[in-house]
């Protein structure tokens, strides 16, 4: 699953009670809130830059990381961050915790107030997220809906997009569209860092996604890439491997980089494919590779 940080003006459903944090046997756990709402303790910037300091928290730090009942070694795991949300002006106020399901699959999301997390130390000296909430009281807790910040992000660049498209009217309306070349993309010279992340088009010349991964067979050869297509902004995309053979590099006539992957294939038949993942390339290869019909 990918992660993200998302900022929203919605109203959330939080999910928060009194902290009851635990303590150890000597009855004080050293410990420490997720954020300071001390304002006294923010650093500035130098030239619009920051240096690192002790005192500031990265996103990675919670993203992923498992959320305990308590710092004993028979703590229960109530959940894991899955996202932070924000709001318009960059303060963390909850985090987006899956709980139950089995590897992501069945997975319930639901917003939980950052007060009621906190960095606990452990018996081996390492900190320790530890929730105030049972599993039970996120089970029971109102899922929460990504589909409504999706909404207004989408409405947002829609806007901009046709603000964009009105402005640049004239210029698009006189420029002629440059010729492109294209080499078939078993026959290309490019390293892997330069195709993950390259867009996609298909048919009709229609964005169809981009590279996340290369899938390379036992032989160590380029079998497949993997295109996520679908969702919004990195949001409910869905791996697709296509293969190799039915994809071309292009780039304008002249340039010296190969800037898109071309396919005669169309979205729809990409997000009716089934998503890949390497538990079903194993079981059953020629099902979860794409491969255009031969016309």
Do not use: C
């Not at 996103?59 to 795991?77: K, V």
């Not at 929460?144 to 210029?171: C, N, Q, V």
């Not at 390497?278 to 290869?285: I, M, N, V």
């Amino acid at each position: 699953m990918k992660k993200h940080l998302l900022a929203t003006t919605a109203a959330l459903a939080l999910i928060a009670k009194p902290a009851a944090f635990a303590q150890d046997a000597s009855g004080a756990t050293e410990s420490s809130p997720v954020f300071s709402r001390d304002s006294g303790q923010y650093l500035s910037p130098v030239d619009g830059f920051y240096n690192a300091d002790p005192s500031q928290v990265l996103a990675t730090r919670f993203i992923g990381a498992n959320i305990h009942t308590s710092t004993a070694e028979s703590a229960e795991t109530i959940g894991d961050v899955n996202d932070i949300i924000m709001t318009p002006d960059g303060r963390a106020v909850a985090v987006i915790v899956g709980v139950g399901g089995f590897l992501g699959i069945g997975e319930k999301e639901v917003a939980m107030s950052i007060d009621e997390l906190q960095w606990q130390s452990g018996a081996d000296g390492e900190m320790v997220l530890v929730g105030g909430l049972s599993k039970q009281d996120l089970e029971g807790a109102p899922a929460f809906d990504r589909s409504a910040l999706e909404r207004d992000e989408m409405a947002s660049a829609e806007t901009r997009m046709e603000g964009d498209a009105a402005m640049d009217k004239d210029d698009t309306m006189t420029s002629a569209t440059p010729k492109m070349e294209t080499v078939p993309a078993s026959e290309a010279q490019l390293e892997a860092s330069e195709i993950i992340g390259m867009s996609v088009t298909g048919a009709g010349d229609e964005t169809v996604g981009e590279v996340s991964e290369i899938l390379i067979d036992n032989g160590g050869r380029i079998e497949a890439l993997i295109i996520d297509v679908g969702g919004f902004l990195g949001i409910n995309e869905k791996p697709t491997a296509v293969s190799l053979n039915d994809l071309q590099f292009a780039r304008a006539e002249g340039s010296d980089g190969w800037s898109t992957i071309r396919t005669g294939l169309t979205r729809e038949s990409l997000e009716s494919q089934p998503a890949y993942s390497e538990e079903t390339y194993k079981s059953d290869r020629d099902a979860v590779i794409l491969i255009a019909p031969v016309e």
